[in-house]
């Protein structure tokens, strides 16, 4: 059986062996382990992960997927296919007990960013995650404070998350060939956030208000949820811009609310 990929589920099928590889010998995947892949496609990954002895579940939208896997691995015993929308997914339901989940993925470019951001709400019972992503995202993800990728997801990913860019990959290493650079990432939760906030809805609502206008000052950008002399209280200037800011800074912002 073959499988045409689909524009509209964003797909490109990772091929390249070396790739394959490089992954594998980055995630030091064990025999006691609990994986869970997201987008398992044609199995590139899916299989060599089975090898190593781990107990996996994939989660796939494409039905035609779903079926063309559960052929490929028939009745695998350490293998569980979930048909389903891993937008929508609840991955702690996964976790048995109080075991962490290792998470995988070749995301899909078009629905990366909301992933990881639902991704987020199930840290505490995942131990680490590998993506392969735009390099776009990926250099958003670790940018640092000043620099022109620094934005919301810097920010939010840092506050759950340690990241680190692993290696790039080109375009030919995926049928069909993306038009950008991809890249793999590491994050790994933290056990104790890097920074103390009172409320993390309230966290997110500044980080997100300070970079929707990102070329304007912070007085401008936060003037609907914060004063000048508020901004000015945490030892913040007002005529900053939200990319110089570091997570700490954003953390003493949000306990104002």
């Not at 680190?164 to 060939?177: C, K, N, T």
């Not at 929707?212 to 005529?239: A, C, W, Y």
Request: with cysteine; aromatic share 8%; hydrophobic share 40%.
């Amino acid at each position: 059986m073959t499988h045409t990929p689909r524009k509209r589920f964003g797909q490109n099928f990772l091929h390249d062996h070396s790739i394959i590889y490089d992954m594998l010998a980055s995630i030091a995947a064990r025999p006691d382990e609990h994986w869970v892949e997201i987008g398992p496609g044609m199995g590139a990954l899916t299989e060599p992960l089975l090898k190593t002895g781990v107990r996996l579940d994939v989660v796939e939208l494409d039905r035609d997927l779903v079926v063309w896997l559960a052929n490929k691995f028939g009745p695998a015993t350490r293998l569980t296919i979930h048909s389903a929308d891993a937008l929508t997914f609840d991955f702690s339901q996964l976790a048995e007990g109080d075991e962490k989940l290792r998470v995988i993925g070749n995301l899909p470019y078009n629905i990366s960013t909301p992933l990881l951001f639902h991704l987020l709400a199930s840290t505490t019972c995942i131990e680490d995650m590998h993506f392969m992503l735009q390099k776009e995202v990926v250099e958003r993800i670790c940018a640092s404070p000043g620099s022109k990728q620094y934005g919301r997801l810097s920010v939010m990913m840092q506050y759950y998350c340690e990241p680190e860019l692993l290696f790039m990959v080109p375009p030919e290493s995926f049928d069909p060939a993306p038009k950008v650079m991809s890249a793999v990432v590491r994050l790994i939760p933290h056990r104790q956030p890097p920074v103390a906030v009172r409320d993390i809805a309230n966290l997110g609502q500044i980080v997100t208000a300070a970079f929707s206008q990102r070329r304007k000052t912070l007085r401008n950008s936060l003037g609907k949820v914060l004063t000048e002399e508020q901004i000015r209280s945490v030892g913040i200037d007002p005529t900053a811009r939200a990319e110089t800011l570091a997570l700490a800074d954003f953390a003493r912002l949000s306990d104002l609310l």
